[in-house]
């Protein structure tokens, strides 16, 4: 069966301090693979996309970046953290047609 | 897809009472369609989904009715229980050059009071 991976589960870092979360896939092959952001008591707001081993579509333009370095690996970066990044970040996979299943959650606070 | 913006409606309900949580969808097109829960913390899961062919799909105390005319999707969960609250927000997938992206909907906090 296909599980999905997301770590860490929540993390605490200053202003202006690098990110990276990572998040694998197992059990599937070539998954579409997205990230996710959820504000408290909002929906999702969705941010990057792939398709593919570095093939990466970024739907809002921000201070975050993704890559894809391997099939089933999704991985979530930034350089700088801003305050405006804390969030909850969601990691997830589609399956046809057209349903996803999601990582547990990293819950970023950004101080 | 993706659905940000406005704070999140509730439903407060009594432990035992049935509940219903209704979503409004926008694409014609789409044909396919997934409630998500989600507890606080959590990434949502998935609970069930209905296929445009159907207007109806029953699971473990679950109903998802679809009324494709209205372009309304609910959720009627029986006998509702604490452990139910949580957001449940609804997702509908139509087709895209052999791909698909889902829309989200904003969701709704479900209460239960023992």
């Known amino acids: 069966s296909q599980t999905i991976h997301q770590w860490p589960a929540t993390l605490v870092q200053p202003v202006g301090s690098p990110l990276s979360l990572e998040c694998t896939v197992e059990g599937t092959s070539n998954p579409n693979l997205y990230w996710y952001r959820q504000a408290a008591g909002r929906g999702l707001q969705l941010l990057f996309y792939?398709?593919?081993?570095?093939?990466i579509s970024s739907e809002v333009p921000q201070n975050l970046s993704a890559s894809r370095p391997q099939d089933r690996q999704f991985i979530l970066s930034s350089k700088k953290l801003l305050l405006s990044d804390s969030g909850f970040y969601l990691c997830?996979?589609?399956?046809?047609?057209?349903?996803?299943?999601f990582g547990s959650g990293t819950r970023l606070t950004v101080v | 897809g993706e659905s940000v913006g406005l704070h999140l409606p509730t439903l407060s309900v009594q432990e035992g009472d049935n509940s219903i949580i209704n979503c409004a969808y926008s694409n014609s097109a789409s044909d396919y369609f997934i409630w998500y829960k989600q507890e606080s913390g959590k990434g949502p899961q998935f609970i069930i989904d209905i296929r445009s062919n159907m207007d109806k799909r029953q699971g473990q105390r679950v109903t998802v009715l679809l009324n494709k005319t209205v372009k309304h999707l609910s959720l009627q969960i029986a006998a509702t229980q604490p452990g139910d609250s949580a957001v449940y927000f609804c997702?509908?997938?139509?087709?895209?050059?052999?791909?698909?992206?889902?829309?989200f909907g904003r969701g709704t906090s479900l209460i239960v009071h023992p």
């Open positions: 997702a509908e997938s139509a087709p895209s050059g052999g791909s698909y992206i889902p829309t």
């Open positions: 792939s398709i593919g081993i570095d093939q």
């Open positions: 997830a996979w589609s399956w046809p047609p057209g349903g996803y299943t």
